[in-house]
């Protein structure tokens, strides 16, 4: 049985730093690609960032240079270190693992106040 889950959301201040984890179980997480990405409240789902197994990691242009994408193929572990957050940050956000088959973790939020 294939399982995301995701960690580290809350409240924070704007201008406050936040660490989210996605553990994953039931994939050879070596070979998937993994993403992250948000919901805001009234809006569509929307990429975050991206990480392939080889190659350089993706970012929508409004986190350019506050968040960074990683992963640890020796813990099936993918992490998105957001800095500088803001109000516009708000979310649910929910990793993602990509290889033909797509899977959904359920989400963590991340409330972001002014």
């Known amino acids: 049985q294939v399982q995301l889950v995701e960690s580290g959301g809350g409240l924070v201040q704007a201008g406050g730093s936040l660490r989210l984890s996605c553990a994953a179980s039931g994939i050879d997480f070596n070979i998937y690609t993994m993403g992250w990405y948000r919901q805001a409240p009234g809006k569509q789902r929307e990429l975050v960032a991206t990480?392939?197994?080889?190659?350089?990691?993706n970012y929508v242009d409004s986190v350019k240079g506050r968040f960074i994408i990683s992963r640890d193929n020796t813990r099936n572990t993918v992490y998105l270190q957001m800095n500088s957050l803001k109000p516009e940050d708000t979310g649910v956000y929910y990793c993602?693992?990509?290889?033909?088959?797509?899977?959904w973790g359920h989400g963590t939020q991340v409330p972001v106040s002014s």
């Open positions: 990480i392939p197994r080889r190659g350089s990691p």
């Open positions: 993602n693992a990509q290889f033909f088959t797509i899977y």
